[in-house]
């Protein structure tokens, strides 16, 4: 499974940011969970949001919870993060993810086998 990532910049805090991710590959099947970890500088990578195969399943970590909004389409094999009232603690580098999920299972970087490449949301003043 092959994932592309756009839609990383710079922004201002309090500004919105829509991250978007293609999946593609012959190993890709839209029952695959879609997701979203990040990196921020000097830190562990972490969980930001999933979603199940049909959209019922949506996760969200506390740190994002109530401010991104995670979407997909398997009609275009996409998934989206829209970001809202950005800080500068949102400032990483986000990797698309796809996975299985389940249960208390989607949280971890072991739930994912696939990764892209990474993009770069950067919010400063």
């Known amino acids: 499974v092959q994932l592309q990532a756009s839609g990383g910049g710079v922004v201002q805090p309090g500004d919105s940011l829509r991250l978007s991710c293609v999946a593609s590959?012959?190993?890709?099947?839209?029952?695959?969970?879609l997701g979203w970890f990040r990196q921020a500088s000097g830190k562990e990578r972490e969980f930001v949001s999933a979603?199940?195969?049909?959209?019922?399943?949506?996760y969200y970590s506390d740190s994002v919870k109530g401010r991104f909004t995670i979407s997909r389409d398997n009609a275009k094999n996409t998934v989206d993060l829209q970001m809202n009232s950005l800080n500068t603690e949102d400032t990483a580098v986000y990797y698309c993810v796809v996975g299985v999920i389940g249960g208390s299972y989607y949280s971890s970087i072991t739930d994912y086998h696939y990764w892209g490449q990474g993009t770069l949301v950067t919010v400063s003043s």
């Open positions: 590959g012959p190993n890709w099947h839209e029952s695959y969970a």
């Open positions: 979603i199940s195969w049909s959209g019922r399943r949506i």
